[in-house]
């Protein structure tokens, strides 16, 4: 049976992206198109559409490190576009069998991050304002990232002593903060920490060139210098 | 007084959102009698963050105390949000039986 190809257009509307965008990523073949013979019409198998979109890990690490463009379906500008995705995700994992409970943890564990891209860059997103938030209920995965200042420059503001990436994530995982600085700091990354630590949830978390690896059943909190410097916070939960 | 918490939604996360669902709140705070307990409760919610819970339970514990009364909540994201604020602000939350 012949697959059924997408039309440029419509391959656009599926993936959020102007059909520019399209002809770019097949340019640089990010995203190859195909040609029927002796055409100049570009189409797009609906598998490699569906395969493309579903990396999100790689969006969310270009968009932070290159500054690429990725669907934007994926997009959240601002914190209510990002509370309505969180709501229809919460629905969607509320459905899957053995997620009946375990599901408002991962909500939790998704909505704290995202939720802190977003209150500690407010008027001070260095380019872009917003964040990346991409999942997938059935493979069990939640990509979220921002290009803001990250987390050293943003809990300088609290803690003017901090000087390295790995200390600030510490920092921001472990301690509790005072309510009365002049930025009001949440307990939010100690109980995503706790959370994880206590369930069959997995986490990856970094900013700057410090990383966090929570994952498996013996799981312990340690914060190791990773070998590239990223650009705001990038966070994969995996259940 | 009970206040059912579904009514500032049922998706509590954002810590704006949990200070204008505290604003929200001070008319009836204010009418409450001083000899009156103020219970929570959960049911009906189904994920609370600690950043949307620490700009509405915290104020109410600073200036309530022993007024303020918890349901309890079977749900897990409700537990482990407690929890935290309790050992943030260094005081335990007062628990009602349903």
Not at chain 1, 20 to 32: A, P, V, Y
Request: hydrophobic letters at 40%; a neutral charge; glycine letters at 8%.
């Amino acid at each position: 049976m012949e697959e059924r190809l997408l039309k440029i257009s419509e391959a656009a509307e599926i993936l959020g992206v102007s059909i520019d965008t399209l002809r770019r990523w097949d340019e640089s073949g990010k995203l190859t198109a195909i040609k029927k013979e002796g055409g100049t019409h570009r189409y797009y198998r609906e598998k490699d559409v569906e395969i493309f979109a579903s990396d999100l890990l790689r969006f969310a690490s270009d968009w932070i490190s290159q500054g690429a463009e990725f669907p934007g379906t994926f997009y959240c500008p601002t914190s209510a576009v990002f509370q309505a995705r969180l709501v229809k995700m919460e629905r969607m994992l509320m459905e899957k069998p053995g997620f009946e409970k375990l599901y408002s943890l991962i909500v939790l564990v998704a909505g704290e991050i995202g939720d802190n891209s977003f209150a500690h860059n407010l008027g001070n997103w260095p380019d872009t304002p917003g964040i990346f938030f991409g999942y997938d209920i059935v493979k069990g995965i939640i990509v979220l990232a921002d290009r803001g200042l990250g987390i050293l420059e943003t809990l300088r503001r609290v803690r003017p002593g901090l000087s390295t990436h790995v200390k600030a994530v510490e920092v921001a995982f472990t301690e509790f903060l005072s309510g009365r600085a002049p930025e009001k700091r949440g307990n939010g990354l100690k109980l995503v920490r706790e959370v994880i630590l206590a369930n069959p949830i997995d986490l990856f978390f970094t900013s700057g060139d410090a990383e966090v690896r929570l994952k498996g059943a013996d799981k312990l909190f340690r914060v190791t210098r990773g070998p590239n410097i990223v650009r705001g916070c990038m966070a994969k939960i995996n259940f | 007084m009970k206040v059912k918490l579904e009514k500032f939604g049922t998706t509590l996360i954002s810590r704006e959102l949990g200070s204008e669902a505290f604003k929200a709140f001070q008319p009836k705070l204010v009418a409450l009698p001083p000899d009156e307990e103020l219970e929570i409760d959960f049911s009906g919610v189904l994920t609370l963050s600690p950043s949307w819970a620490d700009e509405f339970l915290s104020p109410l514990l600073e200036r309530l105390g022993e007024r303020l009364a918890l349901l309890s909540s079977d749900n897990l994201s409700v537990q482990a949000t407690l929890k935290i604020l309790q050992e943030a602000n260094k005081r335990q939350f007062k628990f009602s039986p349903r």
